[in-house]
């Protein structure tokens, strides 16, 4: 669990180094600031996305994925995790839910979360994760700036998410072989992408209903 300790408190830290940054910095700024984060984001998911070799599998993976999101309210209930979370912490911020739901998707979705737990949990080895703490504590701390104090409660999101998937890291271990990893990266890529979209403000994606799509790849890549 080491890595995902680490992890949340990179998470905290550049958090609170946004915060307190953010409010010196003028809106101009801070919107320039989120688009190239938005551009990286695209990025990412496109390095992604070019190591699926299986696309009718992953294009009916996130179909089936998006639909179940959909009939699972998955987006809204995400956000209504964040209204909570803010009238619990009596914040007036108005970009908390969406600095809440963006960082716990960005921080959360891709391979390094899944092969990382999966690597701590079974061998003890949190070097993977560890490398990604500094990544989400740089990406924490330029979201924080922009978006507000809804990230910091994104290393909730963090802790429960790859705790659990380290704590399942023995039964989880087929998602390590690099022919189901790629197709998983893929799929994982197109959500990423999706979230680079919004950043941007070109397209308002429920990122969120599609992360079914990752279930469903996960189980059709380790039984076939």
Known sequence: ?????VNTGTVIAGSLIGLAVGDRLPERIK???LTALGLVTLWIGITMVIRGSRPLVIVASL???GVIGELLALEQRLESVGIWLKARSGSGSGGFVRGFVTASLLFCVGPMTVVGSI???TTGDATLLLTKAVMDGFAAIALAATT????LFSAITVLVIQGGLTVMGQSLAALTIPAALDQLSCVGGL???GLGLRLLGLKDVPVANYLPALVIIALVVTLT
């Open 191 to 193: 959500i990423i992408l």
């Open 1 to 5: 669990m080491i890595g995902t300790l």
């Open 148 to 151: 507000g104090i809804g990230v």
């Open 63 to 65: 179909i089936v994925g």
């Open 119 to 121: 690597q701590d949990g």
């Open 31 to 33: 919107s320039s600031v």
